[in-house]
């Protein structure tokens, strides 16, 4: 009886080892996990003040780059916002987030649209050459310019029909604008061009007038400078109709309203439209449309942008 006493010690002894042993190795898996854990990026910020939410929106939408300069840094509640934006550039980060700290009372769709338009400078600042490969759809505005010896292909003259005066456009403006026109007087509605193609020395005498007249700061907002200004393109036109022919009444033209309504369906776009002077550089011109195509034309209408977003996200991105 006794050697099998002392066998049930040993089993015993044997059993409490194996606990122990599993013990220990419990104990030290979870010492490693929360080691591990407080390794991640997502300890981290949640360590920073940022919800668990908020921690998943920047892991998943953030390089490792982008997520260890938000570590560096004091918590930022705009952060979540600005890359959910649907326009959000990441390699604008940081001038989202510099300009937002000097501008806490700006949304941050305000944020990321000016940002990306380059509207959060001084209208005439960091000026890069119009990259005129782009056909159609380049980009010329206060931060983009074209050549002075630019000269658009394929301008055409456009029949006093369609227009006021002596007028070009290009082809395929003309094109788009003479369907435009014949769909328009089917509801009665006349639309005629009153002003197209400038060259550089018509956009520089126009401008040097007004800033003769009425200062740099006046002529900045009411006109382009040379080398900046559309109608250098063959791609915009400025519109009346009989009964508005000034810039102060078209936008109570019925006229007006049939083209934010329907001038997208060929291929143009308000150019400079109301509530996104800040965005433009100029007042608003319900007179001003320019040549994008149709689709293109489509898309900034339903996504209701200006053409300077649109260039920023879908073209320069």
């Known amino acids: 009886m006794k050697p099998k006493r002392k066998l049930k010690k040993e089993v015993i002894y044997v059993f409490a080892g194996l606990v122990a042993i599993l013990v ?4 030290g898996f979870n010492f490693y996990n929360d080691y591990t854990y407080k390794q991640t990026n997502e300890y981290k910020l949640l360590e920073k003040g940022y919800s668990k939410e908020d921690a998943n929106i920047i892991e998943k939408n ?22 959910q934006e649907k326009y959000y550039l990441e390699k604008n980060f940081d001038k989202y987030v510099a300009f937002q700290k000097e501008n ?30 782009q056909k159609d759809l380049i980009l010329v505005n206060k931060f983009n310019q074209l050549k002075e010896d630019y000269s658009p292909e394929n301008l055409v ?10 007028n070009q456009i290009t082809q395929e403006t003309y094109d788009a604008f003479i369907n435009l026109y014949n769909a328009a007087m089917e509801k009665d509605i006349k639309i005629i061009i ?11 005498e126009t401008y040097n007038q007004l800033k003769n007249t009425y200062g740099s700061k006046k002529a900045d907002d009411q006109a382009a400078r040379p080398g ?12 009346f109709t009989p009964g508005n022919t000034t810039t102060e009444n078209f936008k109570d033209s019925e006229a007006y309203k049939w083209l ?3 001038a997208q369906n060929y291929g143009f776009i308000e150019r400079y439209p109301e509530g996104k002077e800040y965005l433009t550089g100029y007042h608003f011109e319900s007179w001003h449309w320019r ?27």
């Not at 953030?62 to 890359?83: C, F, H, V, Y």
């Not at 944020?111 to 338009?117: G, P």
């Not at 009153?194 to 956009?203: E, L, W």
């Not at 040549?291 to 991105?317: L, M, P, R, S, W």
């Open 194 to 204: 009153n002003s197209s193609y400038r060259n550089y020395q018509n956009q520089e």
């Open 104 to 133: 806490t009372e700006k949304s941050t769709y305000d944020i990321v649209a000016m940002v990306n338009t380059k509207a959060n400078l001084d209208w005439y600042e960091d000026i890069k050459e119009v990259d005129t490969s």
């Open 291 to 317: 040549y994008v195509g149709i689709e293109v034309a489509k898309q900034i209408h339903d996504e209701q942008i200006t053409y300077d977003e649109y260039y920023a996200y879908y073209i320069e991105k």
């Open 228 to 239: 900046h200004s559309e109608h250098e393109t063959g791609l915009a036109i400025d519109v």
């Open 62 to 83: 953030l390089k490792e780059e982008t997520i260890q300069k938000i570590l560096s840094e004091e918590k930022n509640d705009a952060i979540p916002a600005i890359i």
């Open 157 to 166: 003259e456009v029949s006093n029909w369609y227009c006021y005066g002596t």
């Open 24 to 27: 220990i190795g419990i104990l």
């Open 260 to 262: 934010k309504e329907n």
